[in-house]
C-alpha cells in the first residue's frame, strides 16, 4: 500500500503546486502553456494523426481476430449491467457535454468555415458534417476502446490493479511497481484531470449561457464559477453514493433526456432536411474516413492551421480522457466478450453521434443556408440556444438543455473522481469518499486555473500537451495486450491438446 500512498501523495502535491500557481500567476501561467501548445501542434500534428488511425485499425482488427471470443473476466462470468445501462453509462461518461456544447457551433463552424473550399456553400455542409463525423466517430471510440479493452482485460482476466500501469506487465515486468510505474500513473492521472476539466468550462460556460437566454443571468466567469461550486456539491453528494446508485441513476436520466430532446429536435426541426443530411453525410464519412483521418495539407498553412486547431485538438482530447473513459467502461464492461465490446463500444456510440450532429448541427446550417439566418456568427456556447430561438417550444428546450447539460456535469465529474481515485489507491474498484472528495475538489479548482489563464484556449492547450506523453504509453499497451492474449490462447491450447491426449489414452486403455 505504500506505492499507492505515494502516487496518491506525489498527484496531489503536483496538482496543488498548478493550481497555485495558476492563482498567483495566471497569465504567466497562461503564456507558457501557449507556447507549450505551439510546440506540440507544430511537431507532432502528424504524429496524432497517424496514431488515431492506427487504433481505429487496432480496433477493427481485434473484432474480426482469433481473440474475440476470449471474455472480460473469468469464464464463468456474467455482465454486471444489462445492455441498455451499460450502454447509458459509458455514454454518459464518454462525451455527454461535448455533444451539447459542439451539437450545433461545430457544424456550423466548419460549414462558414470550411478544412476545404469555400464556405456557406452546399459542399461546405457536406464536408463540414463529414469532419464533424470524423472527430466525434470511429476514430474517438476506437481510442476509448483499445484502452478500455487492456485495462478490462488485465483486471478481470488476470486480477490486476485497475491502473494504466498494469497493462503495461506483459512488456515491462516487475518494472511497473516501481519508479516506471509510478510515473506512467501519475502521467495518467494528469491527463484525466486536463481532459475532464476541458468538459467541465465548457458545461459551465453552457449552463451560464443557458441561464443568460432564460432568465437574463449575466455570461462572466464570475458566474461560471458559482455554477461550478453549486455542481460540485452535488456531484460529490452523487460520488457518495457509489457507482452502482449515483453514476447509474444519473446515467439513465441523462439518456431519457438526451433521447427525449434529441426527437424533439428533429421533429421541430426540418425533418426530411435531416434525415437527407445523415444519409449523404454517413455515405461520405465512409468514403473518406481514412484519408480525413491523415490529412494535414503541408502546402497549405491556413488548411493545415485547422486541422491542428481541429483534428489534432481532437485526437488529444480523446487521448487524455483515455485513463478516465477507459476505466470507466472497463469497471462496467465485466463479463463482456471482446468482440461485443469492441463493436458496441466502436459502433453504437459514432451512430448516436453522428445522429446527434445531424440533427443539431443540421438544423442550425438549415437555418443559416436555407432561412437566411446569422447562426454562425454566434460564440460557441450561445450558438445551441441562438437555434432554439428559432423553433417552437424554443424556451422548454432551453430549460431542458440546460438539465441535461447540469446532469452529465454531475456524471461527468462524478466518474472522474471515481476514476482519479482508483489511478490514486492502486487501482481499487471502490475508492473511499474522502479520496474522491480531494479529487474532485482539485478537479474544480484546477478548471477554475485553466479557464481564468486562458479560457477555452487553455483548456485546450492542457489537453494537447497532457496527451502527449500519454500517447506512447497507449502503443504500449497495445503490444501488451497482443502479447498476454497470444500467451492465453497458446495455453488454452495446450490445455485442449492434453485434454484430447488424455481422452485417447483412456480410450486406448479401456
Request: proline fraction near 4%; charge should be positive; charged fraction near 10%.
Amino acid at each position: 500500500m505504500e506505492s499507492d500512498r505515494s502516487i496518491f501523495k506525489i498527484s496531489i502535491a503536483i496538482a496543488i503546486t498548478f493550481v497555485f500557481i495558476g492563482v498567483i500567476i495566471p497569465n504567466q501561467l497562461g503564456a507558457v502553456m501557449s507556447i507549450a501548445q505551439s510546440f506540440v501542434l507544430e511537431s507532432f500534428g502528424w504524429f496524432y494523426q497517424l496514431v488515431a488511425t492506427f487504433f481505429l485499425f487496432f480496433a477493427v482488427f481485434m473484432i474480426f481476430s482469433k481473440y474475440g471470443k476470449i471474455k472480460l473476466g473469468k469464464p464463468e462470468d456474467k455482465p454486471e449491467y444489462n445492455r441498455p445501462t451499460w450502454f447509458a453509462m459509458l455514454f454518459s461518461a464518454g462525451m455527454g457535454i461535448g455533444l451539447l456544447f459542439y451539437g450545433v457551433s461545430e457544424p456550423i463552424a466548419h460549414f462558414s468555415t470550411p478544412p476545404i473550399g469555400d464556405g456557406n456553400s452546399e459542399q461546405s455542409a457536406i464536408i463540414g458534417m463529414r469532419y464533424t463525423w470524423l472527430h466525434w466517430g470511429l476514430h474517438a471510440w476506437a481510442i476509448y476502446a483499445v484502452v478500455a479493452l487492456a485495462l478490462a482485460y488485465q483486471k478481470f482476466r488476470n486480477n490486476a490493479p485497475g491502473l494504466m500501469s498494469a497493462t503495461l506487465y506483459p512488456v515491462l515486468g516487475e518494472k511497473v511497481k516501481g519508479p516506471i510505474g509510478k510515473t506512467i500513473d501519475v502521467v495518467a492521472v494528469f491527463a484525466t484531470l486536463f481532459g475532464v476539466a476541458a468538459s467541465l468550462g465548457l458545461g459551465s460556460q453552457q449552463i451560464n449561457a443557458g441561464l443568460e437566454y432564460l432568465i437574463g443571468v449575466p455570461n462572466n466567469f464570475m458566474i461560471q464559477m458559482i455554477i461550478m461550486g453549486i455542481i460540485t456539491v452535488l456531484f460529490i453528494i452523487s460520488a457518495n453514493t457509489g457507482i452502482s446508485k449515483g453514476i447509474k441513476y444519473l446515467s439513465n436520466v441523462n439518456m431519457s433526456i438526451a433521447t427525449l430532446l434529441f426527437f424533439t429536435m428533429l421533429i421541430l426541426g426540418p425533418t426530411l432536411f435531416l434525415l437527407n443530411m445523415f444519409t449523404t453525410t454517413l455515405g461520405s464519412y465512409i468514403q473518406n474516413v481514412t484519408l480525413m483521418g491523415l490529412r494535414l495539407s503541408p502546402f497549405d498553412e491556413n488548411e493545415a492551421a485547422w486541422s491542428q486547431g481541429w483534428t489534432i485538438f481532437y485526437w488529444a482530447w480523446w487521448i487524455s480522457w483515455t485513463p478516465f473513459v477507459g476505466m470507466f467502461i472497463a469497471r462496467v464492461s465485466k463479463g463482456r466478450t471482446i468482440r461485443e465490446f469492441v463493436i458496441v463500444v466502436l459502433l453504437i456510440p459514432t451512430l448516436v453521434c453522428g445522429l446527434w450532429f445531424t440533427v443539431f448541427g443540421g438544423t442550425g446550417i438549415y437555418l443559416e443556408y436555407v432561412q437566411g439566418l446569422n447562426v454562425s456568427s454566434q460564440n460557441l456556447e450561445t450558438a445551441l440556444f441562438y437555434v432554439y430561438q428559432q423553433l417552437p417550444f424554443g424556451i422548454l428546450l432551453s430549460i431542458l438543455t440546460v438539465a441535461l447539460i447540469t446532469t452529465f456535469f454531475v456524471t461527468s465529474a462524478d466518474s472522474a473522481t471515481f476514476v482519479l481515485g482508483m489511478q490514486t489507491t492502486g487501482g481499487k474498484l471502490n475508492p473511499s469518499n474522502k479520496v474522491k472528495v480531494t479529487w474532485g475538489l482539485i478537479l474544480v479548482a484546477s478548471t477554475a486555473v485553466l479557464m481564468a489563464s486562458g479560457g477555452l484556449g487553455g483548456l485546450q492547450t492542457a489537453i494537447i500537451v497532457s496527451a502527449l506523453p500519454l500517447t506512447f504509453i497507449i502503443l504500449l499497451m497495445c503490444y501488451g495486450l497482443i502479447k498476454e492474449l497470444n500467451n492465453e490462447l497458446n495455453i488454452q491450447k495446450n490445455v485442449s491438446t492434453k485434454n484430447k491426449e488424455k481422452s485417447s489414452l483412456e480410450k486406448s486403455v479401456s
